[in-house]
């Protein structure tokens, strides 16, 4: 069975940093790509990140971009986010989610999220 | 950056009923096109990808259809557990975009 657990949520001010990670299980982590997506409070879905399978390229879109690094260890089956200068608009519930594997334009599994709160 | 629009906002119908919701995008995806359900407190779910795949142990009732920029999600026999937020998302080009969403609701 798939599973991804995400971890590393919580209250945090504006300008600093926090990193979140998820624990892959139940498939060949290293054969996927992966990636976050957000979702603020009551509010929609926003794509945040994709690594691919050996980590050599990333993807943000420019609401990320420079200050959001997604990372991957594949010997621990696990992926990260390292969140910088954090804004009141981060605030969402950040979901780790898999990519299909032949048509990488999807996301075919979801954690269950963690929350990260940004506020003074 | 392709811009997703999704309609209607929200929905109700019976029990047994047919919805369809739509999604167009500001530009031509290839088929690129996934559909997802959440429910509320849950992480979203997959339904279709690539347009119409079916994504396994998905119920047969759900369908999707579209090409180029317009793309449709059908319920068919409308269920009680198909009360939810349906999202469609593209997947052709970064960044990923999603539409707004469909508050589906049972009359």
């Known amino acids: 069975e798939v599973q991804l657990v995400e971890s590393g949520g919580g209250l945090v001010q504006p300008g600093r940093s926090l990193k979140l990670s998820c624990a892959a299980s139940?498939?060949?982590?290293?054969?996927?790509?992966m990636a976050w997506v957000r979702q603020a409070p009551k509010k929609g879905l926003e794509w945040v990140a994709t690594?691919?399978?050996?980590?050599?390229?990333?993807y943000y879109p420019d609401s990320v971009k420079g200050r959001f690094t997604i990372s991957r260890d594949n010997a621990k089956s696990s992926l990260y986010l390292q969140m910088n200068s954090l804004k009141s608009e981060d605030t969402a519930t950040y979901y780790c989610?898999?990519?299909?594997?032949?048509?990488?334009?999807?996301?075919?599994?979801w954690g269950q999220g963690v929350m990260v709160t940004v506020s003074s | 950056d392709i811009q997703m629009t999704q309609s209607p906002h929200s929905l109700s119908a019976s029990l047994g009923e047919t919805v369809s919701i739509e999604c167009l995008a500001s530009e031509g995806i290839s088929n690129y096109l996934a559909w997802y359900q959440q429910k509320p407190g849950k992480s979203p779910q997959l339904l279709i990808y690539?347009?119409?795949s079916l994504q396994d142990g998905v119920p047969s009732r759900f369908s999707g259809s579209g090409s180029g920029t317009q793309y449709s999600l059908k319920i068919s026999n409308m269920q009680p557990e198909d009360e939810g937020v349906y999202y469609c998302?593209?997947?052709?080009?970064?960044?990923?975009?999603f539409g707004s969403g469909t508050k589906l609701e049972i009359k």
């Open positions: 998302q593209q997947g052709y080009k970064y960044p990923f975009t």
């Open positions: 139940g498939f060949t982590f290293s054969n996927y790509y």
């Open positions: 989610a898999r990519l299909g594997l032949r048509i990488r334009g999807y996301f075919d599994y």
């Open positions: 690539y347009a119409s």
């Open positions: 690594i691919s399978t050996s980590g050599s390229r990333t």
